[in-house]
């Protein structure tokens, strides 16, 4: 389902650039990883990802716009849209470069906001104000997080019955607020037992967000990475302090 999902964005972003005419021109995009510090500043707390380098943030930059996409495989890219659009999405390193490359492109355009990750204070901030967001959208309901994020984590716990679940084998069995970190094995039982689902945007990276678009499941992605695709394909986002 991921694939077919991540090749819709594509197709959709490219008949998007065909249209506005800029497929065609002779334009680069590059993609650079960021420094920790470039990327989020000083956020409380020390187990962020970032910080401890467990994964880096590739930015595009496109007419002045840039984008963001979280990711395990990085590196510096420079080609034409008609490249990235017609790549071939077989891997994170790729994928990477064309969801930051989305971002980057679709706010040049207009056609999405916030693409640029929250620094410092930011993560701390947001947190809360997603949790209220829930609250008064939904009521107190079951909440599973897919992804690690402490200061969601946090906020979410204080106000919900809540599961988390991550990839990383150095968070999995770890308590973070009283909640027990759980890992893929236990993502299927995870899902069922919520009745929201709160999703990390960079799944769309590691070609996993299919998993969690589930019919009579609601959704809520977080983040900068998913902006561009979320924006083409109507999902909702919460990204209250990222620029």
Known sequence: MSKSILKT?????????????????????????????????????????????????MEASFQGSKGQAFTDRFGDFNSSLREIADMDLENNFRRAIFIASLNAVQASLGQTDRTIHCRDEGPALCAPKFADHVMNKYGKIRITQIGYQPAMIKAFAEKFELRVVDLDPDNIGNE???????GPDDTAKAIDSAELLIVTGSTIVNDTLGDFLIAGKQTIFFGTTVAGAASLMGWDRFCAESK
Do not use: H, M, Y
């Open 9 to 57: 964005v594509q197709t959709k972003a490219r008949q998007i650039w065909k249209d506005e005419g800029i497929l065609d021109e002779n334009i680069n995009v590059t993609a650079r990883t960021l420094s920790t510090e470039e990327a989020i500043g000083n956020p409380e707390g020390d187990d962020f990802p970032l910080l401890r380098g467990k994964e880096k943030l």
């Open 176 to 182: 973070k607020c009283g909640i027990t970190i759980e």
